[in-house]
Nanobody, 127 residues
């Protein structure tokens, strides 16, 4: 089982940057695909970005492509989301997710693979 704790959220003006971190504890971190999701008030939770266990494959939602970068450090059991050129529509609670499976499974809200979620961190972008 994996436990996840997000950090790095906060308030930023449009055009600014934030870096989210997700610390994982538990066994087998590198065998898990890691993803970031977000949920804005009144909206469903949505996929943002995913990275595979080895860190060499990444995929992004169209809404963040070219602005956000997901990465991981398996030696430190960490995954990151660098967010640049931020927009007010990026305002949401951001969640880290670990999936003992493929990136495709990690991109889904739920799948047949074991999923673990963090508690979320608030990101607010003002215009």
């Amino acid at each position: 089982q994996v436990q996840l704790v997000e950090s790095g959220g906060g308030s930023v003006q449009a055009g600014g940057s934030l870096r989210l971190s997700c610390a994982a504890t538990g066994r087998g971190f590198s065998t898990h695909a890691m993803a970031w999701f977000r949920q804005a008030p009144g909206k469903e939770r949505e996929f943002v970005a995913v990275v595979n266990g080895g860190g060499y494959f990444t995929y992004y939602a169209d809404s963040v492509k070219g602005r956000f970068t997901i990465s991981r450090d398996n030696a430190k059991n960490m995954v990151y989301l660098q967010m640049n050129s931020m927009r007010p529509e990026d305002t949401a609670v951001y969640y880290c997710k670990a999936t003992l499976g493929t990136p495709a499974q990690a991109m889904a809200l739920s799948s047949s693979a074991p999923d673990y979620w963090g508690q979320g961190t608030q990101v607010t972008v003002s215009s």
